[in-house]
């Protein structure tokens, strides 16, 4: 079993939709929480950060559920942009090594 | 700000040729990765740094593969000799260091082996 797995998709969703994506951690320990975005050949870059409590930034909604050992990410009002492969990331306690899910691909639709 | 630079942006090699990468990280960060990233997968740590110390070497395949950093600042990765199954895109990164911190990716070097 990987460390961090993600949903593959690809999801495929028209503008305005509201899509969700969830990721599964196996290390209890895990400490640092993540959610990247990956443009087609381009470098992953910070989407947001996921704390205990919950975040959201605009139209983004990530939660951290410890008990379960899973994140998620929420879009709501998809927009064409938002096309793009979401990792997810776990960073480890004692030592700050961050372990990538394989990512899940997202195409929104006109 | 300059973000991560990295060089070169595409190598074709040969089977059995040598290759090496650079990166130069974010001015002011202790912590740089190596990442290589194969298609359809995410970025998977071949070795960090802090400052000029390697901390996490242990997914670094050291019969082919070597990395330096050294000043703590500007980093190489070396394969040699590169097999086929090398090719990636091979990602630099680096972060303040502390537990949590963003960390920001250079636009990696897409290596393809024939």
């Known amino acids: 079993r990987k460390e961090v797995e993600q949903d593959p998709g690809p999801f495929n969703v028209p503008e305005g939709a509201t899509v969700a994506f969830n990721c599964t951690y196996s290390?209890?320990?895990?400490?640092?929480f993540f959610w990247y975005r990956q443009d087609c050949r381009k470098e992953p870059k910070l989407l947001m950060s996921?704390?205990?409590s919950g975040n959201e930034d605009g139209r983004f909604t990530a939660q951290l559920n410890r008990a379960s050992q899973y994140i998620s990410l929420l879009i709501r009002d998809s927009k064409l942009s938002d096309s793009a492969t979401y990792l997810c990331a776990v960073e480890k306690s004692g030592g700050f090594k961050t372990i990538f899910g394989a990512g899940t691909r997202l195409f929104v639709k006109a | 700000e300059a973000g991560v630079v990295q060089s070169p942006r595409y190598k074709i090699i040969e089977k059995k040729q040598p290759v090496a990468f650079w990166c130069n990280p974010i001015s002011g960060h202790n912590t740089l990765y190596w990442y290589r990233q194969n298609l359809g997968q995410g970025p998977e740590l071949l070795i960090r740094y802090e400052n000029e110390e390697a901390v996490d070497d242990s997914q670094l395949p050291k019969d082919r593969f070597s990395a330096e950093r050294l000043k703590g600042v500007d980093s190489t990765l070396k394969i040699q000799p590169a097999e086929l199954g090398d090719s990636a895109v091979y990602l630099c990164?680096?972060?303040?260091?502390?537990?949590?911190?963003?960390?920001?990716f250079g636009p990696g070097t897409r290596l393809t082996v024939l």
């Open positions: 290390n209890s320990a895990s400490q640092s």
């Open positions: 990164a680096s972060s303040s260091g502390l537990a949590g911190s963003e960390q920001f």
């Open positions: 996921v704390y205990s």
